[in-house]
């Protein structure tokens, strides 16, 4: 099997972890309704997956740094498994907070190492795109797992889905076992040693627009089943067909976002998407009500947004390229953190305002990452001109 066949594998299962870490927000309403909970407070179960994953892999990858790479996916894997089946043996509200939690831990450590795989097994210069096509499995599950989640959580009771996911996650261990080599990890990181990285002005911008951006992204999509149903007034079947066509965008912008960083590098591709995030998420605010409008405006909000997840991880990478697997793991924290961030704002604003109002706060959110992206490109390419004109100087003294 070919290294490219390989990391199509990894991506594969990162539809699977994927779909776990998606579906709630698909399926937010009927959960909030089945355990006796507000649509608000249901939310706060991303909030409680994305925080444990913020602050749990980093630790977890520090302390496995030196394991075998295909070892600590298996293991991941296992764990995962398990917190899908919490879902479905034990239930009640508190047990599902634990769930997220096990889920949030396991699915950090696997997206992380699985990564870091797939950019080895890359060959020179195509990291951009292999890192994308694991984002890709990402957006099939936005495609393919959340939408379909919706029909069967419409069908059957919602567990069920869980339990699904966690016995394809033990068969996903046989597909790492026998398709992925192994690889050996890496000298071990203090964790103070990692957050020294925060204290260069590019990897702390870097990572701010991270934050920022998905903090936008995620304050919307966190309450988008509760829009489409309240807002714009879909059907079950309107509904299903709105998160699908949702994710059939986001498949084709993680896409796009790989190839465009390679052609034409991390900047244009970062700024320009995050742009038309903004307007895509201004749009869905004035003319949410349309259906007929909605349908274009989900699609253009997905692609736009997830362009910049590969354009913006392969970035990171490229600021520490000895300490790629630290930035990794720093980039998914934040981005965790804004995703926790975004769910917990967009519960606010759903209590206290509307759910009409979401949007506006993303577009904020949004507009503000691509304004410090914008600055920080700026100013790394004045320091650039600056270092090149100091160095012919030398030359021309020497």
Known sequence: ??????????????????????????????????????VSAAGQLITVFSLAYAFGTPIIMALTARMERRRL?????????????????????????????????STGVFVVTALTVASKLAPPGKQGSAIATLVMGFSTALIVGVPLGRVVASVYDWPLIFGAI??????????????????????????????????????????????????????????ISPFLLTVTKLSEQGVSAGLFAFGI???????????STDKWGAPRTLVSGMLFHTIALILLSLTGQSPAIVFPLLMLWAFTAWSSGPTQQYYLMSLAPGASGIMLSLN?????LGMAAGAGLGGIVVEQASLTSISWIGATGVILAAATATASFGIS??????????????????
């Open 381 to 398: 390419h004045q320091r650039s001109r600056r270092k090149a004109a100091e160095s012919r100087l030398v030359k021309t003294g020497a």
């Open 332 to 336: 998914t924290s934040v981005l965790q």
């Open 166 to 223: 966690g016995i394809l996650g033990l068969l996903a261990m046989l597909i790492i076992l026998f398709a992925i080599p192994q690889t050996d990890g890496e000298e071990p990181v203090p964790l103070r040693s990692q957050l020294t990285l925060l204290k260069q002005p590019k990897i702390a911008a870097a990572l701010t627009v991270t934050f920022l951006w998905i903090a936008g992204y995620s304050i919307v999509y966190t309450y």
């Open 1 to 38: 099997m070919s290294n490219a066949w390989k990391i199509y594998m990894l991506a594969i299962i990162s539809f699977l972890v994927g779909t776990s870490e998606f579906i709630i927000a698909g399926i937010l309403d009927k959960v909030a309704a089945d355990v006796g909970v507000s």
């Open 73 to 105: 996916l298996l293991y991941s894997l296992g764990l995962f498994a398990a917190g899908n089946l919490i879902a479905v043996a034990l239930p009640g509200f508190e047990f599902l907070f634990v769930s997220r939690i096990v889920l949030a831990l």
């Open 249 to 259: 965008a986001s498949l084709i912008g993680s896409k796009i976002g790989g190839f």
